[in-house]
């Protein structure tokens, strides 16, 4: 048997472990503040008068304040210089108030009157009548229409060089976050293999996951949880009807939980039981393509050259081509911060070059339909002198976790 799977009850295995998060700092004020004047530097430097950023991970990221996207436009406007503004209906005033780190003018609708004229009037206001104005590339398109319907002197353009040229650059107070995230995750990876056993579903053991994940600190559980077993781990994201669990059958669990908003994701490939020589040829490959990216991700070299790197190992072995299957179908990584996939990506067709603090998955999955999948995703984050682990990756097929 595979070593660290199958050996503990669920009780047992929640029972080892314990809570994470004691001594983890949350971003500060100061730091959002900091956001915000490299956003206006930013914009400065491209010629954009000002942002819209809508509720979700962007408001999030530069204000500290925690709102969700909806029918209603709730959000702010940066401008290239003076003071942030804020705009919501106006029965939400007191509640935005108190969500907010970074303090600012709210300026209010009500509910039969158009947010979209108020927000003209705001940069009117600040004297912005025309040139170019960034929407947060996560917007609806009702928003986008609608501020575009109320002015069309102004020409509206993609936000996303100022809110990604910000975003991708990792400082050292989420740098941290993601680490403990994805510490916690690889816990809740070697106890979840532990309670493994012929029969078990793959809601059980999603089940124990999520509790999993809230003993070890974080609050809501897993933010997602991808298991198969068999050769439904051929499919990235899973099957309609999975499987339950056989001896010998390929495992793979992809999961991760949330910690001060910022995410971990993380993937083990291992066997329940013993591993059949077509097993260990592809778990080896696999991890040769990973590894392969990781030696490409160099600092100056472009993602693209990163997905190229994995992918030739795949390829050369007689998979493929390009993204075909079997064989490596999806980009090498992502990038990853307060959204589990976001810019930018480990994908041929992503010539953005690799800088310090950009942060990456690394899992260039061989999916071979009919067998079985393998697919080993750790985390690195890009340094001065080159990438760094967040978590190392799996040391062999027949000790996944380094427990022997």
């Known amino acids: 048997m595979t070593v660290g799977v199958g050996t503990q009850t669920p009780q047992q295995a929640l029972a080892s472990l314990s809570d994470m998060t004691h001594d983890v700092a949350a971003i500060g004020v100061g730091e959002f503040e900091q956001r915000i004047s490299q956003a206006q530097q930013l914009m400065q430097q491209q010629g954009i008068e000002a942002i819209y950023i809508n509720a979700g991970t962007n408001l999030y990221y530069f204000t500290g304040t925690r709102w969700y996207a909806s029918e209603r436009?709730?959000?702010?406007?940066?401008?290239?210089?003076?003071?942030?503004?804020?705009?919501?209906?106006?029965?939400?005033?007191?509640?935005?108030?108190?969500y907010m780190a970074v303090k600012g003018k709210v300026n209010t609708w009500q509910e039969d009157e158009s947010p979209f004229q108020l927000f003209a009037d705001m940069?009117?206001?600040?004297g912005i009548n025309a040139g170019k104005v960034g929407i947060d590339e996560a917007s609806a398109f009702?928003?986008?229409?609608g501020i575009r319907s109320a002015n069309d002197q102004l020409n509206y353009v993609n936000a996303k060089s100022i809110t990604a040229g910000c975003r991708m650059i990792k400082s050292p107070a989420e740098l941290a976050l993601l680490q403990r995230a994805k510490d916690m995750t690889l816990a809740v990876h070697i106890a979840a293999a532990s309670i493994l056993r012929e029969g078990i579903s793959t809601k059980e053991v999603e089940d124990f996951i999520h509790q999993a994940h809230i003993k070890v600190g974080a609050p809501a559980g897993s933010y997602f949880c991808i298991v198969l077993f068999g050769e439904d781990t051929a499919y990235p994201h899973?099957?309609?009807?999975?499987?339950?669990?056989?001896?010998?059958?390929t495992v793979l669990i992809d999961t991760g939980c949330q910690l001060g908003s910022y995410n971990s994701d993380i993937t083990r490939t291992y066997v329940f039981g013993e591993p059949s020589e077509r097993q260990r040829e592809l778990w080896n490959l696999e991890q040769q393509a990973q590894l392969a990216a990781f030696a490409a991700a160099t600092i100056g070299a472009t993602c693209a050259s990163v997905d190229k790197a994995a992918r030739e190992v795949i390829v050369n072995a007689g998979f493929g081509p390009g993204y075909d299957v079997p064989g490596l179908p999806h980009r090498t990584g992502h990038g990853i911060g307060l959204d589990i996939h976001e810019w930018p990506y480990l994908v041929l067709n992503d010539h953005t070059q690799l800088a310090a603090g950009m942060c990456f998955s690394n899992e260039p999955m061989l999916?071979?339909?009919g067998e079985f999948g393998v697919r080993h995703e750790d985390h690195f984050y890009m340094t001065e002198s080159g990438a760094v682990w967040f978590t190392q990756p799996a040391k062999s097929i027949d000790d996944p976790f380094g427990l022997s």
């Open 73 to 98: 436009m709730v959000g702010a406007i940066i401008p290239a210089c003076g003071e942030l503004e804020y705009i919501a209906p106006a029965f939400e005033l007191d509640t935005l108030q108190g």
């Open 123 to 126: 940069l009117a206001n600040k």
């Open 142 to 145: 009702f928003i986008f229409d």
């Open 238 to 249: 899973g099957v309609k009807s999975p499987k339950t669990l056989d001896l010998n059958d």
């Open 367 to 369: 999916c071979v339909p």
